[in-house]
């Protein structure tokens, strides 16, 4: 301990010294006792009955956190400042506690940062003595479960630097206990601290990539309406480009860093979407959407900040290399959409940010690569793969860590992401303490691969996961904007660092198909997927060639063959089958909106008619190059036409109407027919389902014709009969029936009596206009 001090350039002094050796001599007579008393005497203590059995003892009881470093790479004349917290997880108090810094010995390189990040706990004589004297917190009392915080603040030239490097320090709690009443470190938490006070001659070029890459939110449905407002699956997507969300944060740390910015397309287009208007689905319909604004805001944000960057653009929608690779690359029609996705990725990004864009990078998940994936990543006309060094592994002896551009056969760079680099952040960076020990690491890795022993300049990418969380992002920033002084790094574009001279000896033979990771292959989507995709575009290849407008519905429906491959699948393997089940089944829907309408059986009666059938079309848009087939499946009994048994008429129909097709037939024999109807496309692809329907044929012979021309000629005679007679009797009625007054002036009452038929009767109201005819049009009664 005393020679880390000594290397510290903090010198003991000679009373300090005996002190030391004096305890020394103590501390070492138990250990005496116990190897001449033999092995009865080594025999450990039992625990206290009262600890538990699972409570954090010795160097573990106490938590050390550390929330800040600052500087986080500090420079001559600089006051290192450490803050942080320390919780008691043990059951008893801790008393005279004091909290210390300590420094140890400069690393020797980036292994062994590795090393010193892996220790845990406290080893006496391993780890370095505290600074003590005034840059220590003493706590009187730190009580079990309660947490405390502190801060300690030490010149840098009290820290006992030495030559530039990496330094690790640490800051512990000692204390005591009631079982344990003596001095002892309770806890300790270890971190990096890079120190360069001299200026370098030559900095390693760091390339940092910012990726913006979202799951997919739109679905294949739009809207009716000329603009097709599209239909969002969800409006989680606002979430994240709100204020303080993932996407707003990754634009707003990155637009102050000098990143490279890679972009997938279906994001800028899908936010687009949004600022222009969109809707989201809820159960079965739609509401509008609410965060145009939001989108238009982040959009804004976006275009200012890549203004003078460098942008790359991944494949529409981020598409799965490596599952295309391994799954889909047999299934025919894969590979056309990935050129497909390739093709509009740099129109989709020119557009909307008003940038050109690189589209010459390939990015597999991982940077994971194998032959397999090298081939489909190219075939879209990608030259570089960015790869990472954990799977394209040094294999020749270096001892440095080489050039990211790697030349690997038929004009293809890969560009070898540093793996150490990339996945500095992937963990839970949400607590204080986690990202100042991943940001402290990072610049240590930085500053140790620059040390290293070589004369070259040498050019570095780092690849961090696609969909970097908010702490992650936050992170990530503070390191970088750490290098912003470019005491050992400088920022480098990714075209130029893919054209940087390659280092000779570094490996650039890719790694066979059985060393791809297995549990990146078992994230894969699997074969079935690909086939389901495959069926989908059938089905619009299908029904494309019937529409006026095809646009409406390819453009869409392509896009979401596109999302149906993509990496933010991974992991999810349910939510992608949902998703490509979606599209096929909205596709489904609209293809049956051009229809049969059902016909019930008919009856056809003589030697000819017509017979109809309906074709309906509910979508908002016209068809055409349809054509209506007309079968009979007994061409002896009813033919159609001159052709026989098959009759065929082309079809066109606005959107939102019907249109009745009729077709001749003549009868031979009577009977039933059974008839097909079936729409085709122009080329003899049958569209839709056929229907059937039964015609019975009833044909009339002239003498039956005859029979019935008669009966109906007699009938109409009859009629006439019965009117002349019936009005024949209406007359006679308005005549008083043919009676004449008696010499009494009495009118009889047509029966032959010359009053009442009986004394209470009374008599019939006659008066003498009553002998009148009725006049015309008027209802007579009988």
Known sequence: MAEAADNQGIGPSPARRWLRRTAASIAGAPLLVALLAGPAAAAAPAAPADVPAKAPSGSETVKVSLNTVAPSAPTKGDTLTVAGTVTNRGKATITDARVDLRVGQRLAGRTSIDDAAKRSGYVPGNDPAPLGGKYTVKLPKLPSGISQDFELSVPVGKLGL?????????????????????????????????????????????????????????????????????????????????????????????????????????????????????????GDTTVAGKNEAVAKQWLAALEAAVTDGEVVALPFADPDLAAIAHRGKNVSGTLSHLQTATDVAASSVQTILHVKPSTDFAWPVDGAIDPAIVDVATSAGAHNVIARSDSLKETGGLLYTPTAARPIGGGTTAVVADARLSTAFEGDMSKAGSSTLAVQKFLAQTLALTDQDTDAERSIVVAPQRMPTVAQAQSMASALHALDDDRWTQPLGLVDAAEERPDADATSTVPSSSRYPKKLRNQELPTQAFQDIKSTQVSLNKFQVILTQPERVVTPFGNAVNRSVSTSWRGRPLEAQQYRDSVRSYLQGLAGEVQLIPKSDITLSGRSATIPVTVQNRLVQGVENLVLRLKSDNATRLKLNDDGAVAEQPIRISGGHSQSVKFDAAANVNGQVQMTAQLYTEDGTPYGEEMAFTVKVSELTPTVLLVIAGGLLLLVLAGIRMYTQRKRANAADADGNGDVPDGNGDVPDGNGDDGPEHPGDPAPDTGPDSREASGSGEKVER
């Open 162 to 282: 030495g030559d530039d490097g990496v330094y690790p320090i640490g800051v512990s709690l000692s204390g005591q206990t009631s079982r344990a009443q003596y001095d002892q470190v309770l806890g300790i938490q270890r971190t990096f601290l890079p120190w360069q006070e001299e200026e370098r001659d030559s900095r390693t070029k760091i390339t940092y990539l910012w990726p913006l890459i979202a799951s997919a939110h739109v679905t294949a449905e739009t809207g009716t309406d000329d603009e097709q407002t599209p239909v969002f699956a969800d409006d989680t997507l606002a979430g994240e480009l709100a204020p303080g969300g993932r996407l707003e944060q990754m634009v707003s740390l990155g637009s102050r860093l000098p990143v490279t910015w890679v972009i997938d397309p279906d994001l800028l287009a899908s936010v687009d979407a949004m600022a222009r208007g969109y809707r989201v689905k809820s």
